[in-house]
């Protein structure tokens, strides 16, 4: 009698799930074939991604090739097309190499270029602050002490990555231009910095020697 009892049961049990099956196979169908869909395309797109970053990557060595046999302007050009072209991960890198590059034969228009980096907040700061350093760097030797002051001194602010940098182009320029009073300030800061490096310390040290030098002079 158990039997009996427990094919009735299975039997119910199957029409209760062809009925179901009749009123939304559809729906199961088309969640199948998202599903399917839906993992084909993310493996299309990692393959378009992979490839997008392999020719970026081969763009940029080559675009390097030409900077280190001395080929600034073919650099420059090769850099600006990387930066125009490739993944976000090479745009700013590239940008930054095509200025460099660019510095070599035309320093203005290098200061131009790394001012540009420096202006654009979607870069994000770290990169933002490099390139200001960068183009603080070409006109360490040529600018006004105010104009550098104007560029670096936020960079030089307690907790900006290179802050021991820049510190050391301001009061760089600053005894450069026979201004004593702020290189000392400068030299301070960097003296006062526990995180400053060694080697910054052990070239602020010369330069302090020379400040003192002009000072008895």
Do not use: C
Not at 61 to 84: D, I, N
């Amino acid at each position: 009698m158990a039997d009996i009892f427990n094919e009735v049961d299975e039997e119910v049990r199957r029409e209760q799930l062809k009925k179901l099956w009749d009123r939304y196979s559809i729906y199961i169908v088309a969640l199948a074939f998202l599903i399917i869909a839906g993992i084909g395309g993310w493996r299309g797109y990692e393959y378009y991604v992979g490839k997008q970053a392999a020719a970026a990557g081969s763009a940029f060595e080559a675009a390097v090739t030409l900077s280190e046999q001395g080929k600034y302007p073919e650099a420059e050009a090769a850099f600006a097309k990387v930066a125009a072209e490739a993944p976000s991960g090479y745009k700013v890198l590239a940008r930054m190499r095509a200025a460099a590059a660019l510095a070599q034969t035309k320093p203005a228009d290098g200061v131009k270029a790394y001012d540009a980096i420096a202006a654009d907040t979607s870069v994000g700061q770290t990169w933002q602050d490099l390139a200001g350093l960068r183009a603080g760097l070409l006109l360490v030797d040529s600018a006004p002490l105010a104009d550098l002051r104007r560029r670096l001194d936020p960079l030089s602010e307690p907790g900006r990555t290179f802050r021991h940098t820049a510190r050391e182009l301001l009061a760089m320029s600053a005894w450069r231009n026979h201004d004593v009073a702020t290189a000392r300030r400068y030299v301070d800061m960097i003296a006062a910095d526990g995180e400053t490096p060694p080697g910054a310390r052990a070239r602020i040290d010369v330069l302090s020697t020379l400040i003192g030098n002009d000072s008895k002079s």
